[in-house]
């Protein structure tokens, strides 16, 4: 059984940035891409952001993209997700996920490819 526990969300204005960070327990961490999505009220799970296990490659949403970035260390078992420029639309809560699969080459934007979620937290942007 994996844990992953996010921190960092608040209560931002728009313009302000955040850093999210999530803390998996796996010991073979280094091996999975992570994923971070968000869902807001009203809204179903969207895809935000997701980085290859080595750290090589990363993934966005077009709405995030140049304003986000995703980013590990696998040495502290630990994904982080640096949010700039932040809107209100951005407000949510935002989960962070494991890969289902391990060494996968691409990282995925489905949710079905991720086996482990943490419990979420909230981010919220005022105008």
């Known amino acids: 059984q994996v844990q992953l526990v996010e921190s960092g969300g608040g209560l931002v204005q728009a313009g302000d940035s955040l850093r999210l960070s999530c803390a998996a327990s796996?010991?073979?961490?280094?091996?999975?891409?992570m994923g971070w999505f968000r869902q807001a009220p009203g809204k179903g799970r969207e895809f935000v952001a997701a980085?290859?296990?080595?750290?090589?490659?990363?993934v966005y949403a077009d709405s995030v993209k140049g304003r986000f970035t995703i980013s590990r260390d696998n040495a502290k078992n630990t994904v982080y997700l640096q949010m700039n420029s932040l809107k209100p639309e951005d407000t949510a809560v935002y989960y962070c996920?494991?890969?289902?699969?391990?060494?996968?080459?691409?990282?995925?934007?489905?949710?079905?490819?991720?086996?482990?979620w943490g419990q979420g937290t909230q981010v919220t942007v005022s105008s």
């Open positions: 996920a494991q890969d289902r699969s391990a060494y996968r080459a691409i990282p995925s934007q489905t949710e079905f490819e991720y086996d482990y």
């Open positions: 796996r010991r073979t961490f280094s091996s999975y891409a």
């Open positions: 980085i290859r296990w080595s750290g090589v490659s990363t």
